[in-house]
């Protein structure tokens, strides 16, 4: 069994048709462990300030004596901007 076997279709693309503003997330990730580094960055370019920002979900939880707070909304706000900007730009919008 290969990791693909075991991802999850996007709903917005299963039944409307349309992809979202995360397609691809779950491929690019799996790129990345395989280190296939810049088909990742082509198939989901918020894809390594995603990683950053789970790290950084991972060490809040771990690490409480450190405020992560301000961390993580900053790298949420960037990781927004990416995907919109990346969604658009690939369906040539602008």
Known sequence: MKIEDFMLPCPSKKFLGIECFGCGTQRAIVMVFEGK?????????????????FATVVLNFVDKKRNYGNLLVILAAVNSVIMVVAYFYKHQIF
């Not at 580094?37 to 370019?45: C, G, K, R, Y």
């Open 37 to 53: 580094f810049s088909e990742a960055f082509h198939m989901f370019p918020a894809v390594y300030t995603l990683l950053l920002f």
